[in-house]
């Protein structure tokens, strides 16, 4: 039965330098998950307002979206390596200005920061993978790598469950889990130079979105509550009356199973309708709301939730990547990439500032009802162009 899972599956047909690729994703999933989430803690307990924190997550959003206007030029300025070994750098200096000076200005500014630098080399990966696969084998490619960076997320609020937040170590660790990356890209840094990148598109072009535009509505949308969860879902547990260690915990078990379902959502993905999953996955993003404001007394429920949440959010980017790499000419895929993730972390930017200001106004239900509205409305125009098509 695990030969036959395994086949399934296909791990062999993804390009090699991918596994590589892993390697700096999972560190970088690590430093980031554990980093925003002890940063959303610390800030709810030293009584910032939800709203506050909605806009010191969206600075780091603000910033992915602004680096997606001129990351090809920087690729082809000075290629791969030193584009991401740039990024990493700057992204720890950020790290230990923030704590040091913790404050809402000085966290807006170095979110913004090191969300423009993680831009980088997020679609830096992006480009990677995309680049060194091909309609037969994209789907497993992007779910192997997307895995890598999901199950560092995974991990770093895990250490917040095991090492809670208070007192100076929580810092430290955080510091240390950001400055890692650099030794692990110089370690790979011969995997990294041998992705020959072609002479790719530079000039940002919206008419992307014309392929597909469901598509981009629908990696909008899970921007939106993506961030929204990454950077409120502690506070709404905190209001609850959940312990720090409750939330690391929380987060690990939905990001897991977001990553045990990525083998599976990436082999659907090369094999049927991309959009029959797309719109499966955003059922999954109505469930988990709803069983959260409904069961909260349930430990067991809210696990369930969490649950959905995490094969949703893992699972949509993964989907919606695939599709875009297989709708594009490869001298585009660059530029393409770039303008996927602007549309998504213009999701992300909006989002934790909007549902934070809903939540300053309506309080824990005003997460909720966000979650179910958004998501909604994507559903209702998915099916809409559907019936449209078929017609």
């Known amino acids: 039965m695990l030969k036959n899972l395994y086949d399934y599956v296909d791990f062999k047909s993804i390009n090699r330098s991918v596994k590589y690729l892993s390697i700096s994703a999972l560190f970088t999933g690590i430093g980031l998950g554990y980093f925003f989430t002890l940063i959303v803690i610390l800030a709810k307990y030293k009584n910032f307002s939800e709203s506050t924190i909605g806009i010191i997550s969206g600075s780091f959003s603000l910033g992915l979206m602004i680096a997606g206007f001129i990351v090809s030029k920087i690729l082809d300025k000075i290629g791969l390596f030193k584009t991401m070994f740039l990024a990493i750098s700057i992204q720890a200096i950020c790290v230990i200005l923030a704590v040091i000076y913790f404050n809402p200005i000085s966290l807006i500014i170095n979110s913004f920061v090191m969300g423009f630098f993680g831009g980088m080399v997020w679609m830096t990966m992006d480009t990677w993978v995309n680049l060194v696969s091909n309609n037969e084998n994209r789907g497993k490619a992007i779910a192997f790598y997307n895995s890598a960076i999901t199950i560092g997320f995974a991990i770093g609020p895990l250490i917040i469950g ?208 966000s979650a179910i509205i958004f998501t909604l409305f994507c559903l209702s125009v998915g099916l809409i162009r559907s019936a449209i098509k078929n017609k």
């Open 162 to 369: 095991i090492f809670g937040s208070k007192g100076f170590m929580p810092i430290l660790i955080g510091i240390a889990l950001m400055v890692i990356r650099i030794p692990v890209i110089i370690l790979i840094k011969n995997q990294v130079d041998n992705v020959k990148i072609p002479k790719l598109e530079k000039k940002i072009n919206f008419s992307y979105i014309q392929i597909a535009p469901f598509i981009f509505l629908a990696i909008f949308i899970s921007g939106i509550i993506d961030s929204s969860f990454a950077s409120l879902f502690p506070a709404f547990m905190i209001n609850e009356f959940f312990s720090d260690k409750d939330i690391g915990s929380l987060f690990f078990i939905g990001l897991i199973f977001g990553v045990l379902s990525q083998p599976f959502v990436g082999a659907l993905t090369d094999k049927i309708n991309k959009r029959k999953i797309i719109m499966a996955l955003l059922l999954f993003h109505l469930i988990w709301p709803i069983l959260l404001n409904n069961f909260i007394s349930s430990i067991l429920i809210i696990y369930i939730s969490i649950i959905f949440w995490g094969i949703a959010s893992t699972s949509l980017y993964t989907v919606t990547l695939a599709y875009l790499g297989e709708r594009v000419n490869f001298t585009e895929i660059s530029i393409a990439t770039s303008v996927f993730i602007i549309i998504f972390e213009f999701g992300e930017f909006i989002g934790p500032i909007t549902v934070g200001f809903i939540m300053d106004i309506y309080g824990n239900n005003g997460f909720i009802y």
